[in-house]
Protein backbone atom coordinates (compact mmCIF):
# COMPACT_ATOMS: atom_id res chain seq x y z
CA UNK A 1 0.00 0.00 0.00
CA UNK A 2 1.07 3.81 -0.73
CA UNK A 3 1.44 6.40 0.99
CA UNK A 4 -1.10 8.05 -0.26
CA UNK A 5 -3.33 5.20 -0.22
CA UNK A 6 -2.58 4.93 3.47
CA UNK A 7 -3.49 8.73 4.08
CA UNK A 8 -7.06 8.09 1.88
CA UNK A 9 -7.71 4.91 3.99
CA UNK A 10 -7.13 6.78 7.30
CA UNK A 11 -9.09 9.68 6.37
CA UNK A 12 -12.03 7.09 5.29
CA UNK A 13 -12.01 6.10 8.52
CA UNK A 14 -12.24 9.11 10.29
CA UNK A 15 -15.52 10.06 7.89
CA UNK A 16 -17.00 6.60 9.03
CA UNK A 17 -15.86 7.17 12.45
CA UNK A 18 -18.14 10.61 12.55
CA UNK A 19 -20.77 8.87 10.62
CA UNK A 20 -21.28 5.82 13.01
CA UNK A 21 -21.35 8.65 15.50
CA UNK A 22 -24.09 10.73 14.64
CA UNK A 23 -25.95 7.38 13.82
CA UNK A 24 -25.69 5.96 17.07
CA UNK A 25 -26.84 9.00 18.95
CA UNK A 26 -30.04 9.16 17.51
CA UNK A 27 -30.58 5.24 17.25
CA UNK A 28 -29.74 5.39 21.04
CA UNK A 29 -32.61 8.19 21.53
CA UNK A 30 -35.21 6.77 19.70
CA UNK A 31 -34.32 2.99 21.33
CA UNK A 32 -34.26 4.77 25.07
CA UNK A 33 -30.70 3.03 25.79
CA UNK A 34 -29.80 6.58 27.38
CA UNK A 35 -26.23 5.36 28.90
CA UNK A 36 -24.93 4.62 24.85
CA UNK A 37 -27.12 8.28 23.76
CA UNK A 38 -25.31 10.15 26.67
CA UNK A 39 -21.58 9.04 25.83
CA UNK A 40 -22.23 10.45 22.26
CA UNK A 41 -21.80 13.72 23.39
CA UNK A 42 -19.51 15.68 25.26
CA UNK A 43 -20.03 17.01 28.81
CA UNK A 44 -20.61 20.75 27.59
CA UNK A 45 -22.02 19.83 24.24
CA UNK A 46 -24.81 22.43 23.44
CA UNK A 47 -28.57 21.00 21.71
CA UNK A 48 -31.09 23.00 20.00
CA UNK A 49 -33.98 20.67 18.79
CA UNK A 50 -37.69 22.06 18.26
CA UNK A 51 -38.32 21.98 22.00
CA UNK A 52 -34.88 21.85 24.01
CA UNK A 53 -32.19 24.53 23.84
CA UNK A 54 -29.61 23.56 26.16
CA UNK A 55 -26.42 21.57 27.68
CA UNK A 56 -25.92 18.13 26.42
CA UNK A 57 -25.89 16.79 29.93
CA UNK A 58 -29.80 17.69 30.86
CA UNK A 59 -30.72 16.85 27.80
CA UNK A 60 -31.14 12.93 27.85
CA UNK A 61 -33.13 13.47 31.25
CA UNK A 62 -35.22 15.95 29.22
CA UNK A 63 -35.76 13.17 26.55
CA UNK A 64 -36.91 10.94 28.83
CA UNK A 65 -40.04 12.89 30.33
CA UNK A 66 -40.45 14.36 26.73
CA UNK A 67 -40.73 10.45 25.25
CA UNK A 68 -43.18 9.85 28.48
CA UNK A 69 -45.71 12.67 27.53
CA UNK A 70 -45.45 12.39 24.10
CA UNK A 71 -44.09 8.58 23.30
CA UNK A 72 -43.52 7.11 19.57
CA UNK A 73 -41.52 9.79 17.62
CA UNK A 74 -38.76 8.46 15.15
CA UNK A 75 -35.63 9.75 13.29
CA UNK A 76 -33.93 8.68 10.32
CA UNK A 77 -30.97 9.81 9.68
CA UNK A 78 -28.70 9.65 6.48
CA UNK A 79 -24.49 11.17 7.01
CA UNK A 80 -24.25 12.94 4.08
CA UNK A 81 -21.05 15.40 4.69
CA UNK A 82 -18.18 15.15 7.24
CA UNK A 83 -15.57 18.59 7.11
CA UNK A 84 -12.67 17.52 9.36
CA UNK A 85 -9.61 19.66 10.54
CA UNK A 86 -7.33 17.84 12.90
CA UNK A 87 -9.23 17.61 16.00
CA UNK A 88 -12.23 19.18 14.46
CA UNK A 89 -15.48 18.04 12.46
CA UNK A 90 -18.59 19.51 11.41
CA UNK A 91 -20.79 16.56 9.65
CA UNK A 92 -24.24 17.52 7.80
CA UNK A 93 -26.86 14.80 7.68
CA UNK A 94 -30.06 14.40 5.23
CA UNK A 95 -32.70 12.98 8.16
CA UNK A 96 -36.69 12.49 8.54
CA UNK A 97 -38.56 13.03 12.05
CA UNK A 98 -41.91 11.21 11.93
CA UNK A 99 -44.25 10.42 14.13
CA UNK A 100 -47.84 9.33 14.94
CA UNK A 101 -50.73 11.73 16.77
CA UNK A 102 -54.25 11.75 16.96
CA UNK A 103 -55.88 15.68 17.15
CA UNK A 104 -59.55 15.94 17.40
CA UNK A 105 -60.20 12.14 17.14
CA UNK A 106 -58.12 11.89 13.77
CA UNK A 107 -54.99 9.70 13.90
CA UNK A 108 -52.03 11.69 11.92
CA UNK A 109 -48.84 10.41 10.28
CA UNK A 110 -46.62 13.04 10.05
CA UNK A 111 -43.04 13.28 8.37
CA UNK A 112 -40.47 16.51 8.86
CA UNK A 113 -37.57 16.82 6.34
CA UNK A 114 -34.53 18.05 7.21
CA UNK A 115 -30.27 18.22 7.51
CA UNK A 116 -28.95 17.68 11.46
CA UNK A 117 -25.25 20.13 11.57
CA UNK A 118 -22.96 18.53 14.24
CA UNK A 119 -19.85 19.83 15.59
CA UNK A 120 -17.83 17.27 16.69
CA UNK A 121 -14.43 17.28 18.57
CA UNK A 122 -11.73 14.65 19.61
CA UNK A 123 -11.16 14.32 22.99
CA UNK A 124 -8.49 11.70 24.33
CA UNK A 125 -8.58 10.34 20.82
CA UNK A 126 -12.20 9.62 20.76
CA UNK A 127 -14.91 11.30 18.61
CA UNK A 128 -17.68 13.21 20.49
CA UNK A 129 -20.62 15.74 19.31
CA UNK A 130 -20.43 19.54 20.76
CA UNK A 131 -23.01 20.32 19.21
CA UNK A 132 -26.79 19.23 17.58
CA UNK A 133 -28.49 21.72 15.65
CA UNK A 134 -31.33 20.91 13.19
CA UNK A 135 -32.04 22.30 9.77
CA UNK A 136 -35.74 22.20 8.60
CA UNK A 137 -36.91 22.21 5.15
CA UNK A 138 -40.47 21.00 4.90
CA UNK A 139 -42.92 19.00 6.88
CA UNK A 140 -46.07 16.84 5.65
CA UNK A 141 -48.94 15.87 7.52
CA UNK A 142 -52.04 13.35 6.43
CA UNK A 143 -54.77 11.29 8.08
CA UNK A 144 -53.82 7.94 8.68
CA UNK A 145 -57.39 6.99 7.74
CA UNK A 146 -57.71 8.14 3.61
CA UNK A 147 -61.40 8.65 4.08
CA UNK A 148 -60.99 11.38 6.85
CA UNK A 149 -59.70 14.82 6.54
CA UNK A 150 -57.57 16.91 8.80
CA UNK A 151 -58.94 17.99 11.70
CA UNK A 152 -58.16 21.99 11.39
CA UNK A 153 -58.40 24.33 8.79
CA UNK A 154 -55.39 25.59 6.64
CA UNK A 155 -55.77 29.35 8.26
CA UNK A 156 -54.81 28.17 11.40
CA UNK A 157 -51.39 27.25 10.10
CA UNK A 158 -50.42 30.34 8.35
CA UNK A 159 -49.00 31.90 11.37
CA UNK A 160 -46.17 29.07 11.31
CA UNK A 161 -42.80 29.38 9.14
CA UNK A 162 -43.54 26.79 5.95
CA UNK A 163 -40.17 24.65 6.83
CA UNK A 164 -41.83 23.30 10.02
CA UNK A 165 -45.11 24.35 10.05
CA UNK A 166 -47.19 21.27 10.89
CA UNK A 167 -44.61 20.26 13.35
CA UNK A 168 -45.12 23.70 15.03
CA UNK A 169 -48.68 23.44 14.82
CA UNK A 170 -48.63 19.52 16.49
CA UNK A 171 -46.44 20.61 19.20
CA UNK A 172 -48.89 23.48 20.23
CA UNK A 173 -51.77 21.21 20.13
CA UNK A 174 -49.52 19.08 22.89
CA UNK A 175 -49.19 21.88 25.17
CA UNK A 176 -45.70 22.58 23.77
CA UNK A 177 -44.28 25.97 22.91
CA UNK A 178 -42.79 26.02 19.47
CA UNK A 179 -39.85 28.38 18.84
CA UNK A 180 -40.24 30.28 15.21
CA UNK A 181 -36.28 31.06 15.22
CA UNK A 182 -35.36 27.70 14.32
CA UNK A 183 -32.99 26.90 11.38
CA UNK A 184 -34.71 26.51 8.15
CA UNK A 185 -34.37 26.41 4.42
CA UNK A 186 -36.86 28.96 4.60
CA UNK A 187 -34.75 32.22 6.00
CA UNK A 188 -31.81 31.57 3.80
CA UNK A 189 -30.04 34.56 5.12
CA UNK A 190 -29.98 33.02 8.47
CA UNK A 191 -28.68 29.95 7.41
CA UNK A 192 -25.89 31.03 5.36
CA UNK A 193 -24.49 33.36 8.53
CA UNK A 194 -24.84 30.02 10.75
CA UNK A 195 -22.45 28.32 8.13
CA UNK A 196 -20.35 30.68 8.01
CA UNK A 197 -19.95 30.52 11.70
CA UNK A 198 -19.59 27.24 11.62
CA UNK A 199 -16.55 26.97 8.83
CA UNK A 200 -14.89 29.50 10.52
CA UNK A 201 -15.13 27.29 14.17
CA UNK A 202 -13.67 24.60 11.98
CA UNK A 203 -10.77 26.54 10.54
CA UNK A 204 -9.96 27.35 14.16
CA UNK A 205 -8.64 24.28 14.74
CA UNK A 206 -5.38 24.00 16.73
Same mark, same amino acid.
Given at each position: ???????????????????????????????????????????????? /??????? &?????? *???? @????? =????????????????????????????????????????????????????????????????????? /??????? &?????? *???? @????? =?????????????????????????????????????????????
Amino acid at each position: MTPKQEDRLLAMLEREELFDLVRRERFARDQEHWDIMADCFHPDAHIR /TSWYDGN &GVDYIP *ATKK @LMEKS =PGGKHWIFPGLARINSSRALVESPGVIMNRVTIGGVELEYQAFCRYQNRAERRDDVWRLLTFEVIFERD /TVRPCDP &GKRLPF *AWEE @LERFR =PSYRFLAYLQESRGFTPSHELLGDDRPNELRAFHETELRWLREAA
